[in-house]
């Protein structure tokens, strides 16, 4: 079956979606995007994808090019007309098309606006999460606002290769005072030997993750601590369980650091049952 992909007012093959050369995403990588998970063929936590879309989108003053529930129904058609059951929508926003300048174009140059939708195999994921995932650590080497979710992932790009590399899932951002950030695509948790979840704060320096957000809500109702403030990779490696989590993995459990296994190297069984039930608190649409 082919692909089908939204670009700016038409659905299109795969193949034949393309975006001009002069598109400023292509440029100077002057746009934002957001990775929603799809179940059961429905997208989950849309509302607030969205909510940090705005975010994204007037942080670096690119403006909304449609009202959001007109982008909320080109996303469920590109899910749709792409028979995605569990899987991704990708949105991405770009400034528009307009001669290379780096300063803004004119106000009257539309936004770029692009979505796919793809599957992905949930064996696969189960059986990774079965296992746990390795991270390695790596100096935090981004810009100081990665609350904003831009298309400039060159950074996590070289992170995630270097993970690669070195055999590992995931890499950790530890910043100049040796703490962990985040991950290159995740939001990493540790959980203390009393039981007490810890995770760093959303401030600029990490991308308020929805995943971290619909888990902290469903966390009071499980009635288990959190703790929102940065550790080291040594407390990570010493704690009881680790994991990150991202839209696309949910709850991925971590059972190893820079080559160390933590506990007993195997998935915590607190990050199972986080795991387990996180759909129960997620939103579908
Ligand atoms: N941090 C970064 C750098 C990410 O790229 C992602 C995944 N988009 C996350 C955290 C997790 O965010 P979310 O739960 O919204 O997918």
């Not at 992905?120 to 609350?147: C, M, S």
């Not at 550790?231 to 971590?254: G, K, L």
Request: hydrophobic letters at 45%; aromatic letters at 8%.
């Amino acid at each position: 079956m082919a692909r089908i992909a939204y670009v700016n007012g038409c659905y299109k093959n795969m193949r034949d979606a393309s975006v001009n050369i002069e598109d400023r995403g292509f440029q100077f990588a002057d746009g934002v995007y957001e990775v929603c998970e799809i179940r059961g063929g429905r997208i989950v936590d849309l509302p607030r994808h969205l909510g940090r879309l705005q975010h994204s989108l007037s942080e670096l003053r690119i403006a909304l090019p449609m009202a959001l529930p007109a982008l909320s129904v080109i996303m469920h058609e590109v899910v749709r007309r792409n028979r995605v059951n569990y899987g991704i929508v990708y949105l991405q926003i770009t400034r528009g098309v307009a001669r290379r300048d780096h300063g803004f174009p004119a106000a009257s140059v539309p936004p770029s606006v692009v979505v796919s939708a793809r599957s992905l195999n949930f064996a696969k994921n189960q059986n990774t999460a079965a296992h746990g995932i390795k991270v390695i650590t790596y100096p935090e080497n981004r810009w100081p606002r990665v609350d904003i979710k831009s298309v400039a992932l060159l950074p996590n790009v070289l992170a995630k290769q270097a993970a690669r590399e070195a055999g590992a899932y995931e890499a950790w951002y530890v910043d100049v005072d040796g703490f962990v950030t985040e991950g290159s695509s995740s939001n990493a948790w540790i959980i203390t030997h009393d039981g007490v979840l810890v995770t760093r704060a959303a401030t600029d320096a990490i991308l308020s993750g929805i995943t971290r957000a619909v888990l902290i809500d469903a966390l009071a109702t499980m009635q288990l601590t959190l703790e929102q403030r940065p550790f080291t990779p040594q407390e990570a490696i010493q704690a009881a369980e680790a994991f990150v989590t991202a839209s696309s993995q949910i709850v991925m459990p971590v059972v190893m650091i820079d080559g160390k296994a933590i506990a007993d190297g195997i998935p915590g069984r607190i990050t199972r049952k986080l795991r387990e039930e996180f759909h129960r608190f997620a939103l579908f649409s």
